[in-house]
């Protein structure tokens, strides 16, 4: 029979770095990292180890922890997250700051703004907006049904109100309109060498295909019954396509078009608002 520690150890060896070994350890053993590392020594019973062996290989192989464990931490939300869905970013709390920004600034006299995420995924953005801003009125959309399943899920878990409506993009709120839409849409190009490491991701909420700007095109060309003057479109988006977002929302009649950097320090956010006289 092994040891906590030694499993750790041959965890490591397979080239897992140090944190991943113990969530998954103390995801089998429904203990936190700090009891692990009190309890090196103690036996590892021979079924956990199997099972823990099993898990390793499959990060070792590349799949995400978040898969892995069954769930993520964005914006101080945990998320259930599984193969349906994008497993949320970091960067990706910018696009929500940013959000909760507008929030309580220029829509701060607002009762109850209407909010949008398009795409939601596992409802990351939705949800943490949702969260911290209870007078938000939160719509999130997603074309895939299971995604969806998984945001529902997510939302009674965490007891947080959103309208959950399927379809691609705009088809799936006609006729609805709202003070601040947001989006991770999917953003790499077709032929991106990065998209090789994200192969455990649903390829289609990573990229729209061609020069990873499709999705991005669709929703500024669809958004302008859905926003009325003074509402506000924020788009997260590639590195290196802030200039084509902002070129985007200029042409469309956007004012106080800007860009945010996440953590990481690349542009990852462009947005605009719709002024009152709109082309
Ligand atoms: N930020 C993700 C990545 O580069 C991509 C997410 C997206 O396409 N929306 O891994």
Known sequence: MSTLGAALAQAHALGLDRLDAQLLLGHLLARPR???IAHDGDPLAAEIEARYAALCARRAAGEPLA???GEREFHGLTLQ??????????DTETLVDWALEILAGPLAGHAAPRVIDLGTGSGAIALAVKRACPRCLVTATDR???ALDQARANAARLGLAADFRAGDWWQAVDGQVFDLVLSNPPYIAAGDPHLAALVHEPLQALTPGGDGLDAIRRIVAGAAPHLPPGGWLLLEHGWDQADAVQAQLQAAGYSAVQTRR???????????????AVR
Do not use: F, H
Not at 81 to 90: N, S, Y
Not at 262 to 276: E, F, K, N, S, Y
């Open 67 to 69: 898969y892995l464990v």
């Open 81 to 90: 997250v599984g193969p349906a869905v994008l497993v949320p970013r970091p």
């Open 144 to 146: 895939s049904g299971a």
């Open 262 to 276: 996440d953590l990481a320090g690349q542009a990852r956010c462009t947005g605009g608002q719709r002024p009152a």
């Open 34 to 36: 700090g009891w692990l």
